[in-house]
């Protein structure tokens, strides 16, 4: 097992036509993820070149979904059409088959767009949100496995350890500190730097608990928002599985977006400080630095007898 | 993007929300002009910065450094105030708890109308993370500062969450109203403001909209007396005529440089500069810098996809900061390959003649490709395996911390 995405999941591409979806779809087909299909409004009858294979585009995802009887969708469309593309997925997936997972890796949709699209996912029970402004989804395999979004999949392999972050690179940073002490990755989840979004902090933590494949958990926070200490006090209350965490913005400036929209330390809340205080005090070891997550992680492991 | 207070009321004005009357100005001629047409004997004259705590800031001459004033909001009783109080905020630097040290030069005037206040409320509508949903909270503890009240008295501040499909139902501004102990007229009138300014909110892409006093007038009129407008930056493609408001001189030259270069960047106070790919890993960057002793001077973010000639840009950007001695640059190569980062560096070097020693550490893609271009460039490039090693090596190639 592992959360929410399995290493064969059937994955659908929203904007496969545009340059991001292209590019992207391709090389989860090159990693090994079962790309079936894509939907461009307008463009349904082609088929869309992903390299090794050709996929065929439909005009809506309801059709997508009926044809391909697809598990999840990836949304690569500009930032003006993505709420509109999230609740559409939302509304196909219920339909058509009651459940699914959308993935949003845009970056920029307005606020207000993604309070109307997450009250809409909420009242969907089946269907799950990720992101948006992330780097997706993946479940490693043996051979690839599925890699719905854009990080680079040459640096994961299969294994234990759960990753949760707000952030993209700094993921991949988390990744490349499991397999530097000889442990891959259950699943790993970019939950996004909006300020809102559809799948948060805690609802990774609950299923990594739950799932059998999950033995430690990683989760990387940023400043801004009080998600952090919300995970914490879940944590410190629902965990047996051990969590080491690190958080980014020790240094940042009160005041200023920290490139993210979401990270921005507001009206003296939202500071990395608070937040590690809070990770440290339900028990989440932290790194001071990302390239100490290895060790933290190591000593987690052992000191739970799983090393 | 943050509006000056005379925008927010006209914008209020134009939605039929209640201001009283004013006049933005900015010559000290305006403003007494101004005081004949409002024909009121009391106005407030106002300074019109990009920052809160106005009323409590100190203006200061900007070549002297002389204290000019206390107060960058005066109520003025004849037209000889008007005319002082417009020369000290005219041309002068205004240092708020919000503005910092450095303070910000008063252009921009609005001269308003008095009128007979009863009491002073506070009110703000944002959209809260956590629920996901626009949250009004208000309070009658007006005109002070609510980081305060949050902090002594969170009893005393009231909140509503607001579908966003639905607005403000009639039961929920009428159960607000009844919380800020208003009645009668006093309240009717506060309903159909509240639901007023959440729409406005709501159509404008609001960031947030806080109202530092709402005031009651003797006449139980609720009365918008301030507007501190700002929007939300990723929805301004659909609101041309809020971008037009935008005041450039209000922020960071260099930001906005960085902004149209697809960069996104903030300057620090530190001596070692940064280039990082991703927000989290540019804040990461920052946080071990100081960890091993150094201090960052600028967050830096080039993003997914940036290509050589953005990495210059960063550079160009990063060297323009007299107080930079040394660069890292920290790159996990995902979308972003590690030979177009090195050979961006590289081109970045030789074009603006980089002395300051640079540190390049390139991990993910390519990775291999990218190091070997650095190491065949024959540069003077330091390169690092990991961060805390880069982070290490940058602070001791300067000269320690500072």
């Avoid at chain 1, 958990?217 to 209350?237: D, H, L, Q, S």
């Avoid at chain 2, 002297?64 to 003025?76: F, H, L, N, Y």
């Avoid at chain 2, 890993?281 to 071990?288: C, G, I, K």
């Avoid at chain 2, 050979?343 to 893609?365: F, M």
């Amino acid at each position: 097992m592992a959360i929410w995405i399995e290493e064969d999941a059937k994955i659908l591409v929203q904007g496969i036509t545009g340059k991001q979806g292209t590019f992207h779809a391709t090389k989860s087909v090159e990693f090994g993820a079962n790309v079936v299909g894509g939907v461009t409004p307008g463009k349904g009858g082609q088929m869309a070149d992903l390299g090794i294979i050709q996929v065929p585009v439909w005009g809506t995802m309801s059709e997508a979904i009926s044809a391909t009887d697809a598990d999840a969708s990836v949304i690569y469309v500009p930032p003006r059409f993505a709420g509109a593309a999230i609740i559409e997925a939302a509304d196909a997936f219920k339909s058509v088959k009651g459940n699914g997972v959308i993935v949003c890796i845009t970056e920029g949709i307005p606020t207000l767009d993604m309070v109307k699209a997450t009250a809409h996912v909420r009242g969907i029970e089946g269907v799950r949100l990720i992101g948006p402004n992330c780097p997706g989804i993946i479940t490693p395999s043996e051979t690839g496995g599925a890699k719905i979004g854009i990080m680079p999949g040459s640096i994961h392999a299969k294994g234990r350890i759960g990753v949760v972050s707000k952030s993209g690179t700094l993921t991949y940073e988390a990744v490349a500190q499991t397999m530097s002490i000889d442990e891959g990755q259950s699943t790993c989840v970019g939950i996004g730097g909006d300020p809102v979004n559809g799948t948060g902090f805690i609802d990774c933590l609950s299923a990594f608990e739950a799932d059998e494949q999950t033995a430690a958990v990683v989760m990387i926070g940023e400043i801004g928002g009080t998600a952090e200490e919300e995970a914490a006090a879940w944590v410190a209350e629902n965990m047996s599985k051990p969590v080491v965490g690190f958080v980014a913005g020790m240094t940042a400036p009160p005041g200023k977006r920290m490139g993210h929209a979401g990270a921005i330390i507001a009206g003296g809340k939202g500071t990395a400080s608070e937040k590690v205080a809070a990770m440290e005090s339900a028990g989440i070891r932290c790194a001071n630095d990302p390239s100490e997550i290895g060790a933290v992680l190591l000593k987690a492991l052992q000191d739970a007898g799983l090393r | 993007m943050n509006i000056h207070e005379y925008q927010g009321k006209s914008l209020f004005r134009g939605a039929g929300l209640p201001v009283v009357a004013g006049v933005h100005c900015t010559s000290v001629e305006q403003a007494l002009s101004a005081y004949d047409d409002l024909a009121s004997k009391i106005v407030a004259v106002k300074s019109q910065i990009h920052a809160g705590g106005r009323g409590k800031g100190i203006l200061y001459d900007p070549e002297s450094g002389a204290e000019v004033m206390q107060g960058g909001v005066k109520i003025a009783f004849n037209r000889d105030d008007v005319e002082t109080y417009a020369t000290n905020l005219l041309g002068n630097k205004l240092v708020t708890k919000q503005t910092g040290e450095v303070g910000k030069i008063v252009n921009n005037l609005y001269i308003e109308s008095g009128c007979a206040i009863a009491h002073e409320y506070y009110l703000a509508i944002l959209v809260d993370r956590e629920e996901k949903m626009p949250l009004i909270m208000a309070s009658t503890e007006g005109g002070m500062d609510i980081e305060e009240v949050a902090e002594s008295t969170p009893e005393a501040i009231h909140k509503i969450y607001v579908d966003i499909n639905v607005g403000v139902t009639d039961e929920q501004a009428n159960g607000l109203a009844s919380s800020l102990g208003l009645d009668g007229s006093a309240s009717d009138s506060f309903v159909t403001m509240i639901q007023g300014l959440f729409s406005f909110f709501a159509e404008k892409d609001c960031a947030m909209v806080e109202i530092n006093p709402l005031v009651r007038t003797d006449d139980d009129e609720m009365v918008l007396l301030d507007a501190k407008v700002s929007f939300d930056e990723n929805a301004l493609f659909r609101h041309p005529d809020i971008v037009e408001l935008r005041d450039l001189s209000e922020e960071e030259a260099t930001e906005i440089r960085a902004k149209e270069a697809g960069l996104s960047y903030v300057k620090l106070d530190g001596n070692i500069g940064c280039l990082v790919n991703g927000a989290g890993l540019a804040m990461a960057t920052m946080d071990v810098i100081k960890l091993y002793g150094g201090e960052p001077a600028n967050f830096l973010d080039v993003g997914g996809g940036a290509d050589e000639q953005q990495v210059e840009t960063a550079f160009s950007i990063i060297m323009e900061d007299p107080n930079v001695k040394g660069i890292l640059v920290n790159i996990f190569g995902g979308i972003m390959r590690c030979d177009i980062i090195a050979r961006g560096v590289i081109a970045a070097t030789e074009a603006l003649g980089l002395e300051d020693p640079l540190v390049v550490r390139l991990v993910g893609t390519n990775f291999e490709e990218g190091r070997a271009i650095l190491a065949a460039s024959g540069l003077n490039i330091h390169t690092a395996e990991t961060l805390a090693e880069g982070a290490e090596k940058i602070v001791s190639l300067i000269g320690g911390g500072q």
